[in-house]
């Protein structure tokens, strides 16, 4: 077995662009007027990379706290800032709800995760970054998709909640199930991926792993971890946005604002 991963040279590394080809020529083939975004997304995620491994080479050789922290912040703020933009619209003390949601889901998890369970510093960036950076992106697509989905329900429902309103009903029993959809909607792309782990795909934490030399099982002992992990705070994540969320559109006459 091989002890280390292959390094890819440049002119190797840019034959995946050709692959781009393959999803034009079926756009075209089915019409689909998105070209400009696949290159723009391509050259972005690209760019953003790179920088982002420039920027963790540097890290990783001059390891401080500080900079943990500050990647940290940012990317926590980018997930809630993503978030709330996927969610226009939304009361101030809605988007206070998600931002400290989304916040303290990811970093108790966190702190979990590195220090009780791999027992390594919270300010190790070998650990810390990589590591918060699954959780965090996970819980920020959970959590956009469960507000998207609870925003439109509201939204597609007006009449029977302005009629159950009028028929005494409190906001709380009105909102309470659009809740429960929702923080379900959260939660099923994150779930369906851990039914089909190990079967229908290997993720990508296990098989950078396996790919870097690690042994299977320790890769295999690390993803079931993780995925555990992700679940929490993205459950956690929902149902703090949600549950908190819902009670900041009705006022203390109990009349939904």
């Known amino acids: 077995m091989n002890s280390g991963i292959i390094e890819l040279q440049l002119w190797q590394f840019s034959l995946i662009y050709l692959l781009l080809i393959v999803v034009i020529l079926i756009m075209k083939k ?148 659009f809740v429960r959809q929702a923080l379900e909607t959260a939660m099923l792309p994150t779930l369906n991926s851990m039914i089909g782990m190990g079967i229908v795909s290997l993720p990508g934490m296990m098989t950078g792993q396996i790919l870097s030399g690690t042994l299977p099982t320790t890769a295999i002992l690390y993803q079931i971890a993780i995925m555990i992990a992700i679940c929490t705070a993205v459950t956690g994540a929902s149902f703090g946005a949600l549950y908190f969320g819902y009670k900041t559109l009705f006022d203390k006459k109990t009349q939904i604002i």
């Open 30 to 177: 089915c019409r689909i007027n998105q070209m400009k975004l696949l290159i723009l997304a391509s050259v972005k995620m690209t760019v953003q990379l790179i920088l982002s491994g420039l920027i963790l080479t540097y890290i990783f050789k001059n390891p401080h706290p500080i900079f943990v922290i500050c990647y940290l912040l940012v990317m926590i703020s980018f997930s809630i800032h993503r978030v709330i933009s996927k969610n226009k619209g939304l009361n101030r003390k809605f988007k206070v709800v998600i931002g400290a949601s989304v916040a303290s889901s990811g970093l108790l998890v966190l702190i979990f995760f590195i220090c009780a369970v791999v027992g390594e510093n919270i300010f190790n960036p070998q650990y810390a970054i990589p590591i918060s950076g699954m959780i965090m992106g996970n819980t920020m697509t959970g959590v956009s998709l469960g507000v998207k989905t609870f925003r439109e329900s509201l939204d597609g429902q007006k009449d029977k909640i302005n009629a159950l309103l009028c028929f005494g009903a409190s906001p709380q029993k009105i909102l309470m199930p």
